[in-house]
């Protein structure tokens, strides 16, 4: 989990054992809230940019002269490259699933919650994307550089807030806690699956976490 001052400015990571990032964030979609916000911070070098809406034009009438033009025609819809692609992270399982189009394109393992502070069930959406974030230390203020001692890893997904508190997937140093409940909120996941999943997704994709 993490706290911050600011959502689009600081960001502190409490989903960790004990942990804020500091994070100057280039750019973030305002989405759906989970890492405590108020003392630390997660600074970016590289945000994915959310896309934007089609222009969907005017909306035109058919002449009543040309009635097959009401018939719906046999083509396949557009698909939006963000919703084409969605998370499925299975606490019970421990493992994070990617789809693309009903399928299952990978999946890694991951740890989740300990009791007290349960990744949050529901739907939601990454809301900014952050490679190699610098971690601050929420009572301390000493700052931790991207490398292999960041308890972020080198890595930073997050797709939960509640305003105050932020949650997110990253990487970690420490592997064995993968396959366990074991941090403040946030997904933890092995350092190369985590840059692999940060390959596979952008900013608005969508996140589901089921029991």
């Known amino acids: 989990m993490v706290k911050s001052k600011s959502l689009f ?4 990571v409490l989903g960790l054992s004990v ?8 750019r973030a979609a ?3 809230p989970i890492a405590n916000l108020n003392n630390s911070a997660i600074a970016s070098q590289s945000v994915k940019s959310e896309p934007k809406l089609p ?7 058919p002449p009543l002269g040309e ?12 698909v ?42 529901g739907n939601f959406k990454i809301t900014h994307m952050i490679k190699d974030p610098v971690w601050e230390h929420p009572w301390t ?17 997050g797709f939960w807030t509640d305003g105050k508190n932020v949650i997110g997937f990253h990487g970690t140093p420490n592997p064995e806690s993968i396959g366990r409940a074991a941090s403040h909120g946030c997904v933890r ?23």
Do not use: C
């Not at 400015?9 to 502190?12: S, V």
């Not at 700052?143 to 890595?155: E, F, T, W, Y």
């Open 189 to 211: 996941m092995f350092d190369q699956d985590a840059q692999a999943l940060f390959e596979k997704v952008e900013v608005g994709t969508p996140v589901i976490v089921e029991h």
């Open 80 to 121: 939006n490259p963000v919703e084409e692609v969605r998370l499925v992270l299975k606490l019970r399982e421990r493992r994070v699933y990617v789809y693309r189009q009903n399928k299952v394109q990978a999946s890694f393992p991951v740890a989740v919650g300990k009791g007290g502070w349960e990744t949050p069930r």
């Open 67 to 78: 009635p097959f033009r009401y018939i719906p025609q046999d083509r396949q819809a557009p």
């Open 55 to 61: 222009n969907l034009g005017t909306p035109e009438l």
């Open 141 to 157: 203020g000493e700052l931790v550089p991207a490398g292999p001692d960041n308890p972020l890893g080198s890595r930073w997904i």
């Open 30 to 32: 305002v989405a759906e």
């Open 19 to 26: 942990a804020a990032l500091p994070v100057t964030l280039q």
């Open 9 to 12: 400015g600081k960001l502190i």
